[in-house]
């Protein structure tokens, strides 16, 4: 085994201990974001269950997101069909 000067010793340590430090801070930092991200969730939550037109607007958000990938639609069945699918939507 070949012996590692003492200087080149010194800056592999002072270099490995840098990146434990950067990981250590990227971490937290990621950590911060994620119960950032989760308190967000859980505000919005809380607000359309005190708030339906907020629910019925998020219902709308996701339906619109589902027709923009819909190219055609057809209906058959009687006259219920029509109302029962307005009823869906005008609650």
Do not use: D, H
């Not at 589902?66 to 639609?73: K, P």
Request: include cysteine; charge should be positive; proline fraction near 1%.
């Amino acid at each position: 085994m070949k012996a590692v000067p003492f200087g080149a010793a010194f800056l592999l340590v002072s270099y490995c201990s840098l990146v434990a430090i950067i990981l250590q801070q990227a971490n937290r930092i990621m950590r911060r974001e994620e119960t950032a991200a989760t308190r967000s969730l859980l505000n919005t939550a809380k607000l359309m269950e005190e708030n339906e037109m907020l629910w019925k607007l998020k219902e709308m958000e996701y339906v619109e997101k589902i027709a923009n990938r819909i190219g055609e639609i057809t209906i058959s069945g009687s006259a219920n069909v029509i109302s029962q699918s307005k009823e869906i939507f005008v609650k």
